[in-house]
Nanobody, 124 residues
Framework: QAQLVESGGGLVQAGGSLRLSCAAS????????MGWFRQAPGKEREFVTR????????YYADSVKGRFTISRDNAKNTVYLQMNSLKPEDTAVYYC?????????????????WGQGTQVTVSS
């Protein structure tokens, strides 16, 4: 059974950095597109970023462009999210996601596998 497990969340002051990790198991995701979403209290889950299996195609939401960096290590079946210059509005539960295919859009419904989420809180 496919499983995604996030780690690395926590509490950080505005302007600080965090690095999230997502370890995939139960199947091979090395050729699947993987991504990150987030959900703030009272809001819908929103797309943050995605990366294709070669790493050659990366896309970011405008809200995080220039501050967040996604990467992956296919040998370790792990995807990372480096978050710099964090803002209070980045506070949310961050979810790792994977699709069965090599591409997926920015809609929640485009993705097939989800982690349990990790809390990121940015204080002002």
């Amino acid at each position: 059974q496919a499983q995604l497990v996030e780690s690395g969340g926590g509490l950080v002051q505005a302007g600080g950095s965090l690095r999230l990790s997502c370890a995939a198991s139960g199947r091979t995701f090395s050729r699947a597109v993987m991504g990150w979403f987030r959900q703030a209290p009272g809001k819908e889950r929103e797309f943050v970023t995605r990366i294709t299996w070669t790493g050659g195609n990366i896309y970011y939401a405008d809200s995080v462009k220039g501050r967040f960096t996604i990467s992956r290590d296919n040998a370790k079946n792990t995807v990372y999210l480096q978050m710099n210059s964090l803002k209070p509005e980045d506070t949310a539960v961050y979810y790792c996601a994977a699709a069965s295919s090599f591409w997926a859009g920015t809609a929640v419904g485009d993705w097939d596998y989800w982690g349990q989420g990790t809390q990121v809180t940015v204080s002002s």
